[in-house]
């Protein structure tokens, strides 16, 4: 199928932490991998990508990381602050048809940094 | 350099009544695309559109519709409102496609009562 989905609902971490979250696609034809950060009332922002021909990326505090073996992407964030508190989601893109010119989304990690 | 923009961002609606959501992509963007977010269903894909020609469409019924215009904007309309139809519209831009970066704008809160 063309799910993207998320293997935890919720994650509780403390300020200054690192965080890890993940998430499993079932399309083996994705060739380009989006993490999306979603604050309450907001759009999605856009935070990291990754490529098919990549299995590390990295930004400001941000990483990506890409198993295509097992179909796994995930995103680690360094030293996680309040302002981290959010909605992760993973997404998912072809440069083939059918799923092509469309993101799928996956269902969201909620993200709770205590202080 | 201004994002993606969306308006309105607050809409009331009754059932049965149609609407028209409007998305202007950041400048030089020609890709818009278009989400609906439920707490049900999360994000799915709507259509896609590129120098005004529709390139993909999700499983929605008919009574979604979309099109873009020659200046890359974007509306989409939804007629015969049901209570279902309540969500979060997010438009989406990026300069050729879904495989390039996608920048989404803050959404249309619909509510159909």
């Known amino acids: 199928g063309e799910s993207v989905g998320l293997h935890l609902p919720t994650l509780s971490v403390q300020e200054g932490d690192n965080s890890i979250i993940n998430c499993a696609y079932s399309n083996s034809a994705s060739d380009y991998f989006i993490w999306y950060k979603q604050e309450s009332g907001k759009g999605p922002q856009f935070i990291i990508d990754i490529r098919s021909n990549m299995d590390k990326r990295q930004g400001q505090r941000v990483t990506v990381l890409l198993n295509k073996t097992v179909k796994h992407l995930s995103l680690q964030i360094a030293a996680t602050q309040p302002g981290d508190s959010a909605v992760y989601f993973c997404?998912?893109?072809?440069?083939?048809?059918?799923?092509?010119?469309?993101?799928?989304f996956g269902a969201g990690t909620t993200v709770t940094v205590r202080a | 350099k201004a994002g993606v923009t969306q308006t309105p961002r607050y809409l009331i609606k009754t059932r049965g009544q149609q609407v028209t959501l409007s998305c202007s992509p950041i400048s030089g963007h020609r890709s818009v695309s278009w989400y609906q977010q439920t707490p049900g269903q999360g994000l799915q894909f709507l259509f896609e559109y590129f120098s005004e020609t529709q390139r993909n469409k999700g499983n929605f019924p008919g009574r979604f519709s979309g099109r873009q215009f020659s200046n890359s904007r974007s509306e989409m309309n939804v007629s015969t409102l049901e209570l279902g139809d309540s969500a979060l519209y997010l438009c989406?831009?990026?300069?050729?496609?879904?495989?390039?970066?996608?920048?989404f704008g803050q959404g249309t809160r619909l509510t159909v009562v």
């Open positions: 989406a831009s990026s300069l050729i496609g879904m495989n390039t970066e996608a920048f």
């Open positions: 997404a998912e893109t072809a440069s083939s048809p059918p799923n092509d010119y469309k993101l799928s």
